[in-house]
């Protein structure tokens, strides 16, 4: 009788260990990357309400017959969360032009995620 002993051949421990080393290093890799997109795009996400609020209270400003010299502190209330606008109006170099500096934070943070420079024109009356 001829017999034949069929030799099977399998992953060692040692090669396992390493398949689950080099795996667990990818995923931790995998895992950064993502938490630094997820807080960029936190981030990205409060510039650009910043400069809405910004824009929008420049457009207010145009509006107004004469806009008050002087800081202000404003409080907004956008896309679910509140604001604070420091508003800041300075006579310009040009005297016929007034300076408008608006910085925009979460509430109850120093934190200042947008900012804005922009110009307003004195109307003759």
């Known amino acids: 009788m001829n017999s034949q002993v069929s030799r099977q051949r399998g992953f ?32 990205l996400e409060e510039q650009l309400i910043g400069a809405w609020l910004a824009d929008n209270q420049m457009s207010e400003l145009r509006l107004q017959a004469t806009p008050v010299l002087g800081r202000q502190q404003i409080a ?19 005297r016929r032009m007034l300076q408008v500096d608006i910085g925009v934070s979460p509430a109850g943070s120093d934190q200042v995620v947008y900012s804005h420079r922009g110009w307003l024109a004195l109307r003759d009356e």
């Open 12 to 43: 060692t421990l040692l090669e396992i260990m390493i398949a689950l080393v080099v795996f667990a290093t990818l995923a931790a890799a995998v895992m950064t990357a993502s938490q630094y997109a997820l807080k960029q795009n936190v981030r």
């Open 76 to 94: 907004r209330h956008f896309d679910r969360r509140d604001w604070t606008l420091s508003q800041v109006i300075t006579q310009a170099a040009e």
